[in-house]
């Protein structure tokens, strides 16, 4: 490709380092529909609905009392519809995320051979994008973590189980400040660290140019 093209690469890129990938706040909610669906985790072992709530009500420590448990029973189906549409959001939130985030980091990651090819050292450029695809990553992780436990809460018997609806909705909710917390690394990263080395491969590209036409 040539440098000209090259810079016109770096021009589309540049107004997601200063500001379009703000759009990734967690408060944003989701979608998606489930029965007892499983989950990998890390050991590569399945988990099943009612295991994930198990494992939820074994990290709380203190149980609920027999009024605490009725009055949850007593509201929790009602509630079943803002968790639907929490549910909801979260899966549109999710896609569009994906279009900022990760997308951004496989243009950033695009862009590097073709910089390289022009001559433009990438050294410093290559260690921070894998640090953004990291980042991003980890982001992935607990949105999707924040995503199952929405779908666990939409479709489980809340009076059933009062303490693991209860121990699901606060996981929910520590979950969501994960990803609220990752969105913020991600953003801080790109913003703080990143868009200065960006700035400055963009200046190395365009003196290959003028040493190109000259």
Known sequence: MKI????LSAVLILP???GGVVAAQAHEDGDQSVSNQTTTTDTGMKKTREERITARKAQVKERL??????RVKLVCRA?????K???ARIGSFEAKRTKVYSGLVTRLEGLSAKLKA???DTTQYDQQVAILKTKAAAFDSALADLKQAAEDLETMDCTADPEGFMATLKEAHE?????IK????FRNYLRGTFKATFAETRTQLQAKKTEGEG
């Open 118 to 120: 022009a001559g433009v």
């Open 175 to 179: 979950l969501r400040m994960d990803v």
């Open 65 to 70: 009392t027999q009024i605490q448990q009725n």
């Open 85 to 87: 549409a929490a549910h």
């Open 79 to 83: 509630a079943n519809g803002k968790i």
């Open 16 to 18: 997601l380092l200063m």
């Open 182 to 185: 990752k969105g913020q690394d």
């Open 4 to 7: 000209k093209s090259l810079l």
